[in-house]
């Protein structure tokens, strides 16, 4: 589906209104960003809960005991969230690298298309003088 021709532009508003009824534009690489930030926003309330449940560990037993054994439930904790930031980037890469790889194909079928249309210049070709000739 292509834009309608129309020979007065509305404004950009009406460009954006397009690219959201089709899929000429992909939208999702200017989204994924949004989400990315959500999602290390979702990391963060994690990694605090991490931080809380070592020092509710610490503080629930009243002797040393407590704090020798919230050392490893932080040290675990930020470990898993280190882990998780490093996963979350590379699941984002991923699909930024899929939309933009359809976005280069889309753009090599449009100069494929172009030159399909154009027409043939060159001339006929004249056959070379060999050795059988």
């Known amino acids: ?3 309608p021709a129309s020979p007065t532009r509305r404004g ?3 460009a954006i ?4 009824l ?3 534009r992909l939208m999702t690489n200017q989204v994924i960003h949004l989400i990315y930030w959500a999602g290390l926003g979702v990391i963060a309330l994690i990694a605090f ?3 809380g449940a070592a020092v509710g560990v610490a503080l629930r037993e009243e002797s040393w005991i407590g704090v020798i054994l919230a050392i ?7 470990l898993v969230v ?5 996963l979350w980037r590379s699941f984002c890469e991923l699909y930024v690298a899929l939309f933009r790889l359809s976005d280069d194909l889309h753009a090599l079928r449009e100069a494929a298309d172009a030159a399909e249309q154009a027409p043939a210049r060159a001339a006929p070709r004249q056959p070379t003088p ?3 000739n």
């Open 22 to 24: 089709t899929f000429e």
């Open 72 to 78: 490893p439930v932080l040290v675990a904790g930020l």
């Open 1 to 3: 589906m292509r834009r």
């Open 130 to 132: 060999g050795p059988l």
């Open 17 to 20: 209104f397009w690219d959201l």
């Open 12 to 14: 950009p508003g009406s």
């Open 49 to 51: 809960g991490t931080v």
């Open 82 to 86: 280190a882990g998780l930031v490093l």
